[in-house]
């Protein structure tokens, strides 16, 4: 059974490129510190809790429709397949991680909890329950063939020994000054994938207990940026510094650094955004100067929609109007018609 020494592994994560974005996570970080007093925060909180819930299934395969998803997330409509009760699920295993992070320690049996959140509604008996059967990750084409086995995980009857001994030693390691919080955290997210302590609905567990995490240590990026999201946008690299990292796992000859590094950079990412959305928003200026500068500083086209969740201070007739006056003085392009409209700089 493989032997987790948690603190041995943070502490030799010392690579200058990990220490280096420890360091700009932390500049980022700063940049948010005063959040704006006229900034509607509720809405922002409100807008990117649903867009973790969405990008959290999404790089698991999971879609559903745009309009079913606002019947459920917004309208609170019933789901009726099984993606959307899956949905449904994250969404109220989310909502249990804001309201209960400040109190709630790491154990083993909050875990469970946030795996039973997910299936309560569609297979409650499967939920909050250590597997019994060996289960892999694998990698499968467009068309559900089989490629490649990428990683197999822990065995089921070593699952309660190395779940147990990894939150004890993380507790221990959150006591210990020598070791630092960020690296303990993405070290101990790695050790759980490779457990990979449920049959299914691990990823998504992964990501409550990160955002559980991050928020409990003082890292509240999820309250108003979704970290899921950004690792959505970076779903290849995810994936591959995840695979790097779980080589020779069982055999105590894995690099963390690849995952932890990764996962920092998106952690100072979040920050970034986060940043640059609070300070358009508490611009001084009209409007249409607020929506010009959003499209003026974006590389590719963009939307209505992505306009509105950057100036959540603005509403949508008021962002319309904008669009429309900025595309009739010519200081921005609209790039095609109807649905699918962009705009663009000029």
């Known amino acids: 059974m493989k032997l987790i020494n948690l603190k041995e592994t943070v502490l030799n994560l010392n690579d200058p490129f990990i220490i280096s974005m420890l360091q700009a996570v932390e ?3 700063g940049r948010t510190f005063n959040l704006p007093t006229k900034i509607k925060l509720n809405r922002l909180h409100d807008l990117n809790k649903r867009r973790s819930v969405t990008s959290s299934n999404e790089i698991e395969g999971i879609k559903i429709d745009k ?3 606002e019947d459920i997330l917004l309208k609170h409509m019933d789901p009726e397949t099984k993606e959307e009760y899956l949905l449904f699920g994250y969404n109220k295993a989310l909502e249990n991680v804001f309201q209960v992070y400040k109190y709630q320690s790491l154990s ?19 939920g909050g329950k250590y597997k019994t059967e060996q289960n892999y990750i694998r990698e499968f084409d467009k068309n559900n063939n089989l490629v490649r086995t990428v990683f197999i995980p822990s065995k089921p009857e070593d699952v309660d020994g190395l779940m147990g001994n990894l939150v004890y030693q993380f507790n221990e390691c959150m ?17 759980f ?8 609905g691990n990823g998504r567990v992964s990501r409550l207990l990160t955002t559980f995490l991050l928020l409990k240590y003082g890292y509240e990026l999820d309250q ?3 970290f899921s999201y950004v690792i959505l946008n970076n779903i290849d690299k995810y994936y591959e510094s995840l695979e790097k990292s779980s080589i020779g796992w069982h055999e105590e000859k894995n690099d963390y650094g690849f995952f932890v590094h990764f996962m920092l950079e998106c952690l100072k990412e979040g920050y970034s955004k986060l940043a640059y959305i609070l300070e358009v928003n508490s611009m001084d200026s009209v409007a249409n100067e607020k929506v010009w500068r959003v499209i003026n500083d974006c590389k590719t086209p963009i939307t209505k929609g992505d306009i509105e969740e950057i100036l959540v201070n603005l509403s949508r007739t008021t962002i319309e109007k904008s669009l429309g006056e900025l595309v009739g003085s010519k200081r921005i392009q609209m790039i095609q018609k109807g649905r699918y409209t962009k705009y663009y700089k000029i």
């Open 27 to 29: 500049m980022n970080r």
């Open 108 to 126: 083993e049996s909050y875990i469970k909890d946030l795996h039973y959140y997910l299936y309560e509604s569609l297979t409650p008996d499967f």
């Open 67 to 69: 309009i079913r998803e």
């Open 175 to 191: 006591k210990d000054i020598e070791c630092n919080k960020l690296l303990t955290i993405f070290a101990f997210i790695l050790d």
């Open 193 to 200: 994938l490779c457990i990979h302590p449920f049959y299914d």
């Open 224 to 226: 108003y940026y979704s």
